[in-house]
């Protein structure tokens, strides 16, 4: 069993977390069914397995030390930068199949 990914926003406070009251997943609140190569940035966020897209944002977005994101998403230290690369590579093949693909 898993835990959930992204901590409530209550939970967290100190360096490298988000500021409490701000969304921690891209994109408007749940709006129906989402089209991801039709969403763009967040369309291709959204199609992406929630670990990865949370270690993304966390990551990215949030600049959580890896060791403190590593305990967050519960992985192993050594786990969270092959975690990272699949997801930067999911990310780069969903932004290929919609309207910000460069070909």
């Known amino acids: ?7 409530e926003p209550a ?5 490298g977390h988000p500021p409490v009251g701000l969304p921690v997943t891209p994109g408007p609140p749940d709006h129906g069914p989402v089209d991801p190569a039709a969403g763009g ?5 959204r199609a992406l397995p929630e670990r990865e897209r949370s270690a993304l ?6 600049l959580f030390d890896p060791a403190d994101l590593a ?17 930067r ?3 780069t ?11």
Do not use: N, Q
């Open 93 to 103: 093949r969903e932004l290929d199949k919609g309207p910000l693909a460069v070909h």
């Open 11 to 15: 939970d967290l406070d100190g360096p």
């Open 1 to 7: 069993s898993v835990a959930p990914l992204l901590p």
């Open 71 to 87: 305990e967050t998403l519960e992985l192993t230290p050594g786990s969270l930068g092959p975690i990272l690369a699949r997801a």
């Open 41 to 45: 940035l967040a369309g291709a966020f």
């Open 57 to 62: 944002i966390l990551f990215y977005l949030y």
């Open 89 to 91: 590579a999911l990310l």
